[in-house]
């Protein structure tokens, strides 16, 4: 089998996730035996299509344009079995450099105009390859991908011959936050790529292994979200910038705070530690949150916690000025800023159960 995979993210390798789950297709592609060549598209120029119709008349089947779409990618497209479309999720569907790609193919078409089943259509010069879509998105919903899988099928007139399968998956940033279910993902988009090449469709039990949930609620998930974004927007930079710096977001209410304690939380830095931290917020932002530590796990939750072994009183902003490294929790201890009870042992090894 002889396969294009396109990949039409603009972002470097090291952070796009659709270079990271085509990469992981492609490799169980090749495993299965398949013929994969991988095409970055923002490695390539490519022209708009202008709309002349010369490759409808004066040049049939060949595009105006002298660029890497005419010269190359084009005839890879034509004489490919199998064409897989990687793109991010750009205002619901695909991005600008997958659109004018697909838009470049245009000299598949003659131009004459026929109707069928109340679509309208152009005859083929040939058979396109068949097609895969493989798209990834931060929205943390598979809705996201309505209006993407809905261009998809009307394209492809809906023939499963046609397009062979839809890999979707949101919140695909989360993936960083679970190392686990990060391997389980990938591992299954390799077995995906096996599975398309043998039986040209893809099983149900591994999309819904590329699909899974990644285990935080949407609500919390949206509050860390948007913390995050708030911290960039505070600090003057951007996204690639504050994950470069490895800054941690500011929490702006107690369920994001909860939810960057459960995401911060590393099991092997607390070991066989047992813990039970409340924290009772006051000023800005009032309310209580409380940690449980216990056989290298965590759970957080707003709300109170009976017998804690350690309770931290404090404004709301004075903790996470010390969260995010603006104060130096000693320091602001010695000064009364916020106080404790319980025991002064686990407030002062904390640090030591988060991060890296």
Known sequence: MKVLAINSSTRPDSQSKTALLLGHLVQGMREAGAEVDVVKLREKKIHY????????????????????????????????????YGTPLFIHTVNAPMKAFFERCFPVCEPFLYEEKGRWHHPLRQQPPAAVILSVAGFPAPSAFDALSNYMHYMYGGKRDALWAEIY?????????????????????????????????????????????????????????????????????????????????????????????????NPQKAGDAKALIQFVFTGGIEGDC???????????????????????????????????????????????????????????????????
């Open 49 to 84: 299509c202008i709309g002349c119709f010369t490759c409808m008349t004066k040049t049939p089947g060949r595009c105006i344009h002298k660029d890497d779409m005419t010269n190359e990618l084009y005839p890879k497209w034509l004489e490919s079995d199998l064409c897989v």
């Open 290 to 356: 409380c940690l449980s530590i216990e056989n290298g796990s965590i759970w957080a939750k707003v709300g109170k916690a009976e017998k804690a072994d350690l309770t931290v009183y404090s404004p709301f902003d004075l903790w996470m000025d010390i969260l995010t490294g603006k104060a130096d929790g000693q320091e602001m201890f010695m000064q009364g800023k916020y106080r404790i009870e319980g025991d002064l042992n686990l407030l002062v090894g904390m640090k030591n159960f988060f991060g890296d």
């Open 169 to 265: 998956r949101d919140g695909a940033e989360g993936m960083e936050n679970d190392a686990k279910k990060r391997e389980e993902i990938l591992a299954a988009t390799r077995e995906a790529g096996r599975e398309l090449v043998a039986t040209r469709t893809i099983s149900e039990k591994t999309l819904s292994a590329i699909t899974q949930t990644l285990g935080r609620d949407i609500e919390t998930m949206t509050e860390v979200a948007n913390s995050a974004w708030q911290t960039c927007i505070d600090e003057g930079i951007t996204l690639p910038e504050f994950q470069k710096r490895r800054m941690m977001p500011r929490p702006l209410s107690l369920r994001a705070f909860a939810g960057l304690m459960k995401m911060g939380f």
